[in-house]
């Protein structure tokens, strides 16, 4: 048993590539954690995809001895999309270690979950990272955590989580200032309890629940009970990460580890829930729950489909399995007359709705039509009536509709002070709404400046980082969270490839941009379909307007080539022949055309 002032429970919160994961390997090497011979980069990535785009998408747990301490971290992503995943592995830590990149500075993520470090009243470690690299100005990062905490240059730690250079210290650090957990016994309640930050489902063993223990200990054997589900096991094993499972079979009040519970049921075990242990009968009766976190707002919605129809139980088992481990993931069943039985999906932004697809792809071999993604808005009809439509076929009549209201969101942009008139403009041309702007650094053309607006959440969701980096020259960070909904002149516009809706090309869209993404999606499909047997036409319509069209000419086979003179009616004769029979294949409902998975993904990223 560790003696719970022994204890130190910390995350690593950054911006995006700022060096967390790195880190964190640094730390497991230095504390023996893990062997030197297996040793890797990004050894707290267990994900492929994760290694292969180079970024945390998932919290990860580590307990490390050092010193005759044990040090439990939480490594977490950076991109704004998984900031659910930073504001769970904060409820259950103590102490944040807060990464600037030395040749960046201070990014708009770095403020983002500063703020949610702050808010749960976390002692802050600030470390500036990569002072290793030839672009690293560490004198004017250092400045910009001065204006930001209000804290002491020499409590700011200069480390590089690639070459070692400083890593012990901000142990040492964590150590010395870094607070130990407090054993929550309240009125005088025994039972052990623990919240569950995250789980993870275990083909062999079932769900595995990672919990951060509050007051008592779990031990192997011991009877539990889940507080909102209900649910009731038994442990079957429990132990810490070292970064892989390691088994001790106990858990003692203050530790983060996981528990094996023996749930075959995906939908038992819930992120937030509060566990709770003991023997007998009785247990689990009139035991307080611990604070869990909010309910997760979905920003983006998509229909997922498989592509074959018989798909469709594994998809659903698939994404029960994800959703145990993607605790911002919502998802209810949709049926489509174009697509068959699919499911509606709820994300954060756009990344998440990649690494969803991408893991569904990988992890379970499934084959996946996505509809183009929208947000959630909020329809008056003139009967009064108030609905939620999250997909563009769900939207009534324009002769049903009062008003149609969107979400807008908070967004923060931190940029150089000589890019700000671009971004301004790009801003302007997104319909964004200046509120202020803070200075981070006054150090003449190369200060940094945060800008903050309010902007229509769909604006954001298509090209807008891209075009932001582009103006920016890659300088420019964004955050931004949900603020309320507000009136906004939308219309459906729909897509047709020879005559037929394309139900998952349907898009809710600014009427003045209607033309031009029409123009721009019919443009992209003429480019992309292959050829048919016979002409296919493809248009974009608003009801019964069709204000974009194109057409793809048939593929023609030479009929004629055989004839060598002869009369002209013999050749006259054939060709007429040939076109009776394109008519009769598109009489006979043969003229439907089926659209690749890679035309979808070039209209989602036109």
């Known amino acids: 048993m560790k003696d719970i002032v022994k204890i130190r429970n910390f995350s690593i919160i950054a911006h995006i590539d700022h060096g967390k994961s790195t880190l964190a390997d640094r730390m497991l090497e230095i504390t023996g954690t893990v062997d030197k011979r297996k040793m890797k980069d990004q050894i707290l990535d ?60 201070i990014q ?71 607070d130990s957990p407090k054993d929550l016994i309240q009125d005088n309640e025994t039972t052990p309890r623990a919240l569950i930050f995250d789980s993870k489902y275990d083909t062999y063993r079932g769900v595995v629940a990672y919990v951060r223990v509050f007051n008592g200990k779990l031990k192997k054997g011991d009877k539990i009970k889940l507080l909102f589900t209900k649910a009731e096991s038994e442990i079957l ?24 519970t023996g749930f075959k049921q995906v939908g038992d075990c819930r992120v937030g829930d509060t566990l709770c242990a003991g023997q007998g009968s009785s247990f689990g009766t009139n035991v307080n729950p611990l604070p869990g976190y909010e309910e997760v707002r979905p920003m983006v919605y998509a229909g997922i489909f498989p592509r074959e129809g018989n798909d469709f139980k594994d998809l659903r088992d698939a994404m029960e399995k994800l959703k145990l481990n993607d605790a911002s993931l919502s998802y209810e069943p949709e049926r489509s007359d174009a697509l068959g039985f699919g499911f509606r999906c709820g994300f954060l932004g756009l990344l998440h709705l990649e690494v969803f697809q991408e893991r569904l792809r990988r992890e379970y071999g499934l084959d996946l039509i996505v509809t183009v993604p929208s947000v959630a808005y909020q329809v008056i009809k003139s009967d009064g009536e108030e609905i939620t439509v999250r997909t563009p076929q769900r939207l009534p009549e324009p002769n049903q509709i009062t008003k149609i209201l969107e979400p807008w969101v908070k967004l923060d942009i931190v940029v150089p002070k000589n890019y700000m008139g671009n971004v301004i403009k790009l801003t302007q041309e997104k319909k964004g709404i200046y509120r202020n702007t803070e200075y981070l650094s006054s150090e003449g053309e190369s200060s940094r400046v945060l800008l903050h607006y309010e902007m229509p959440l769909a604006a954001i969701l298509t090209d807008f980082y891209d075009k932001l980096k582009s103006v920016s020259a890659g300088y420019a960070s964004i955050n931004y969270d ?69 057409r793809i000419p048939a593929m023609r086979k030479d009929v004629t080539a055989k004839l060598y003179g002869g009369d002209v009616s013999r050749k006259r004769k054939l060709l007429e022949k040939q076109k009776k029979g394109k008519k009769k294949m598109m009489a006979a409902g043969k003229g439907s055309v089926e659209i690749p998975s890679d035309t979808f993904v070039k209209i989602l990223k036109r």
């Not at 040090?71 to 270690?97: C, K, M, Q, W």
């Not at 905490?149 to 650090?173: D, M, N, P, W």
């Not at 002409?535 to 009801?543: E, L, N, R, W, Y």
């Open 46 to 105: 267990g994900m492929d995809i994760e290694r292969e785009r180079g970024i945390t998408i998932k919290l990860q747990p580590a307990t490390m001895e050092y010193q005759g301490f044990r040090l439990n971290l939480i490594d977490t992503p950076g991109h704004v999309d998984f900031s659910y995943e930073v504001s769970r592995s904060l409820a259950a830590v103590e102490t944040a270690v807060l990464l600037v990149d030395a040749s960046q500075g």
């Open 482 to 550: 949900y603020l309320d909904y507000r009136e906004a002149d939308v219309v459906k516009l729909d897509i047709l490839v020879a005559d037929d809706i394309v139900e998952s090309l349907a898009t809710i869209i600014y009427r003045e941009d209607a033309y031009r993404e029409g123009r721009a999606v019919v443009e992209i499909l003429k480019d992309s379909l292959p050829r048919q047997m016979f002409a296919v036409k493809i248009q974009a319509s608003i009801g019964a307007k069709v204000i974009a069209a194109e």
């Open 237 to 260: 094993d429990c132990g810490f990460f070292k970064p892989d499972y390691f088994s001790t079979g106990v858990i003692d009040s203050g530790e983060i580890g996981y528990v094996i």
């Open 108 to 178: 708009a993520q770095t403020l983002a979950n500063l703020y949610l470090a702050l808010a749960q009243d976390l002692m802050i470690i600030p470390v500036i990272n990569k002072i290793d690299l030839p672009a690293a100005d560490v004198p004017k990062a250092k400045r910009e955590i001065i204006d930001l905490l209000g804290c002491k240059e020499e409590e700011i730690i200069c480390a590089s989580g690639k070459t070692g250079a400083g890593v012990e210290e901000i142990l040492q650090r964590i150590i010395s200032v870094g």
